[in-house]
């Protein structure tokens, strides 16, 4: 292992640690996810699988009308990208992939946001 990967990691977990202290700054840490307690290097890869989940099972229950399918579809894509960009930062193989596999996931959820 290349001593850059080693400081690499670091600052992803350094920037995961950011991410935790803002959700539970916001009120919304969970340590125990269905009765599980979850190790914080995992945290948002549980909750951005839970978070797809919730879309598709959102995107499930719209009406079957014309536009609500086509919202529904733009929602389920831009919903259940979010965990899958988040874990290919986890992948990165540079501090500048990192980041912008990251920068990735928070666009898409930008997106889901709006098409809430």
């Not at 991410?19 to 009120?27: R, S, V």
């Amino acid at each position: 292992m290349r001593a850059g990967r080693t400081r690499g990691n670091d600052e992803r977990g350094a920037l995961n640690a950011e991410c935790l202290k803002t959700n539970a700054e916001c009120g919304t840490m969970n340590a125990e996810q269905d009765g599980k307690s979850v190790k914080d290097g995992q945290y948002l890869k549980v909750r951005t699988k839970q978070f797809a989940l919730e879309i598709i099972r959102l995107y499930a229950s719209l009406p079957k009308r014309t536009e609500a399918l086509v919202l529904g579809k733009q929602l389920l894509r831009s919903g259940t990208s979010v965990g899958a960009h988040y874990r290919e930062s986890q992948r990165a193989r540079s501090n500048a992939e990192f980041v912008s596999k990251f920068e990735g996931g928070m666009q898409e959820l930008e997106e889901t946001l709006y098409w809430l």
